[in-house]
């Protein structure tokens, strides 16, 4: 099993970067997907979910309207599109793929908003 993010990096505020997560080893459509994310001191948090179909979607309350969380069943993918990133943005974003019981993590991608 790997999830594979890629797509961090250094942006401005006010910018926009798009998170990927490549997944393999396992029956990507059965799974619910989700972004998670941990900044420096503080506890991981739910960014955003994708049910298994991909109709589905939530959001923290922070995020909503600026993050959209998409997923390509055919391409074993889940996408996560930030807009109007802020500081307090800054953190490693986790990719996370679960079913039940069973839950796979990526190693994360860091994702830093400064001017």
């Known amino acids: 099993v790997q999830l594979v993010e890629s797509g961090g990096g250094l942006v401005q505020p006010g910018g926009s970067l798009r998170l990927s997560c490549a997944a393999s080893g396992f029956t990507f459509s059965r799974y619910v997907m989700n972004w998670y994310r941990q900044a420096p001191g503080k506890e991981r948090e739910l960014v955003a979910s994708i049910s298994s179909a991909g109709g589905v979607t939530t959001y923290a309350d922070s995020m909503k309207g600026r993050f959209t969380i998409s997923r390509d069943n055919a391409k074993n993918t889940v996408y996560l599109q930030m807009n109007s990133l802020k500081p307090e943005d800054t953190a490693v974003y986790y990719c996370?793929?679960?079913?039940?019981?069973?839950?796979?993590w990526g190693q994360g991608t860091q994702v830093t908003v400064s001017s």
């Open positions: 996370n793929a679960a079913y039940g019981k069973l839950a796979y």
